[in-house]
């Protein structure tokens, strides 16, 4: 008999946070090129270093380019460009985060339903008390 391959490991909460950061860094440079790391810190909710680090890392991996204005005088300004390979990155994700806030929303409708049981059989049991 064959033996199932493992499924790899379930990614932690950090991982989780990092790919949700670093999807929703796609999406604001997709809408603003020219956003600072300070706007993307705060539309995140995050620190400016964990914004940093997450786009470090599209960065890496090639799903952003960064582009200087040469002709400006502030050299810290940038317009980041995203790729072919981050717009397939950010569809991936999309499709990724889609289904498993589907999964979370079943859960939840699941749950509510749990509660009202209980709460249909607790009043029942009081009302013969």
Known sequence: MTQ????????SKRDLIRQEAGFQILGLVQAK??????EISRALGVSNGMAHYVMRNLIDKGSIKIKNFSENPNKRNYSYILTPSGL???LKLTAVFLERKR???Y???????????RIELDAGGAEGA
């Open 4 to 11: 199932l391959p493992k499924p790899p490991p379930a990614p």
């Open 33 to 38: 090129p020219n956003i600072s790391i300070a």
């Open 88 to 90: 397939s990155e950010k």
């Open 103 to 105: 999964s979370e929303y």
């Open 107 to 117: 859960a939840l409708q699941e749950e509510i339903r749990a509660l009202e049981r």
